[in-house]
C-alpha cells in the first residue's frame, strides 16, 4: 500500500482528534456516545491551539486518494534540568510524550504506525531528545518494543482510585 507522510498542521486538527477518539474507543475508554462527541469537540480546539503554539507536532499518512489514514504526534513542553538519560550531562531538552498513534482499521499490520514512529523518532533525535515517552495500548505495545521503547518505573495517582 502506498503511502506518504507529511508533517501535521493546523488545519490537521479535526482529523486527528478524530484519530485520537477512535484510539480511545478502540482501547474501551469512551463508555458513551455521548462521552465521544465532547471528547472529540474539546480535542479538536486543544489540538489546534497546540499545533498553532508548537507544542504538539505531529505527521500524518496520507494515502494515494490523499485520504489521511494514520497518525502520530507528540506533546512537547519544556523540561526542568535533569541528569540526561544516559547519565554524563544536566539537560533541559524537552522530552516528547508519543500521543495520538492511530491506524484506520482497514490499513492495519502494513507497517504505517512503524513509518510513522519512525519519522517522530528521528525528529525527536534531530531535536536533541534524550529519551521520548509513551502510554502504550496493549495493541501498540509490541510495536513500541519492536522500537526499543522499554517499561519505566513511571506510577498514577487519582483522588478516585481506592486503596
Known amino acids: 500500500m502506498k503511502h506518504s507522510i507529511r508533517q501535521a498542521t493546523v488545519n490537521d486538527a479535526a482529523v486527528i482528534a478524530r484519530h485520537r477518539v477512535g484510539m480511545f ?16 469537540e474539546t480535542s479538536t480546539a486543544a489540538l489546534g491551539a497546540l499545533l498553532r503554539e508548537g507544542s504538539y507536532i505531529g505527521w500524518l499518512a496520507i494515502a494515494e486518494n490523499d485520504r489521511v489514514i494514520a497518525g502520530a504526534g ?5 523540561q526542568l ?19 495520538n498513534v492511530y491506524t484506520e482499521p482497514d490499513f492495519r499490520g502494513k ?15 534531530a531535536q536533541g531528545c ?16 519492536s522500537l526499543g521503547f522499554v517499561p519505566t518505573n513511571e506510577m498514577r495517582w487519582s483522588p478516585t482510585d481506592t486503596v
Open 130 to 145: 534524550d529519551h521520548v515517552v509513551l502510554h502504550a495500548s496493549d495493541a501498540g505495545r509490541p510495536l513500541y518494543q
Open 74 to 78: 507528540a506533546h512537547v513542553h519544556s
Open 25 to 40: 474507543c478502540d482501547m474501551g475508554q469512551v463508555p458513551t456516545e455521548a462521552l465521544a462527541i465532547t471528547l472529540l
Open 81 to 99: 534540568p535533569r541528569i540526561s538519560h544516559d547519565g554524563i550531562a544536566v539537560t533541559t531538552a524537552p522530552v516528547p510524550l508519543v500521543v
Open 111 to 125: 507497517g504505517i504506525a512503524r513509518a510513522l514512529m519512525d519519522t517522530l523518532l528521528k525528529w525527536a533525535t
